[in-house]
């Protein structure tokens, strides 16, 4: 179980909003945009989208104190629209060059991505990193860096999704896919403007840079079950009793009906796995009415025992929620019957 990469685009502008269409992968669980801003003014205007739906910000808005060039942001959408071409909106009233790194990935089958740690920083040492440490196997790690260099950046420690030259900057993202949870490094491997000239020391003012990083876990696909209804409904009909006595008319007693309607409500139940076979069970006792005739006729019991059993519900998301077996068991008892030694009263109580 882990996550896997899906697609990316980049693109960059001035635009109010800046806008591209983007299509993320069917099964895509999440999409991640990496801007850098030009300047040291930082973009406003608000959140980003994707098909109208708002993204939220990762880290913080990432900027150098002294003289930057560039400012970087990180945002994430879960459970993006995938499978066709959708807009992606920038909002840049200021009109600020952009640039945008967009990205998608996919949760393995019965999970989907969640935020789980996130960092950044700003200086201007070379060879800039971030560490986080994911909580979960099979996360994620996607970074965005801003660079003031003239030169762009020679390597990273992850998969690269972009290393851009702008002039007298760079945008770079890049993502990491880690199977087993553990402390990781999200970085980028920078040059030195006039090295061998100048030695190590820095060119024409500060070497700023801005980095933000998040990392994204799988979680359980939570699923909520609505409430089965099942309804039982029996008509109990007693045998007839006939009395026969010589030189006397039989006596028929005739049957009574009882009818029994059970209804099985299933709670609401949510499950982010699959569950095992519950087993319910209920039993009831029906007593027929007393028929008082001029004999004594023995208690007979009747025993009903009806298994029911809830239809299967497909979730999808790969939730199978397992079949539940009622088990309903009743015993009727039929009361004594007491009889008199005169006449043939035949009455009900």
Known sequence: MAHIFDTNLRFSGSGNPLTSNYTAG??????????????????????????????????????????????CELWYLLKPETGSALEISIPNPTSLTLHIQVSTYKAAGGFTSDLDVEGGDSGTSASASVSVTPTVNGAVIVGVFGDGENFIPTGQTGIELNTTDDGLYSDSNQFTLQAVAAAIETGWTTQTYGAGVYGGGIYNGDDDWCLSVAAFKETNIATTVEPDTQTLSLSLLLPSIVIVEAGVTDITVLPASLALTATLNAPTVVVDKTHEVTALSSTLTLFAPSVIIDVVIEPS???????????????????????????LALTIGQHNIPIFSEGYLCRRR
């Open 301 to 327: 019991v009747l025993s009903l025992s009806a298994t029911l059993t809830v239809n299967s519900i497909l979730v999808e998301e790969n939730i199978t929620v397992g079949l539940a077996a009622l088990t």
């Open 26 to 71: 069917s099964g895509a669980t999440l999409l991640v945009i990496g801007i850098v801003t030009a300047g040291s003014v930082q973009r406003g205007g608000g959140v980003p989208t994707f098909d109208g739906n708002s993204l939220t910000q990762a880290d913080q808005t990432r900027q150098h104190s002294v003289n930057p060039e560039t400012n």
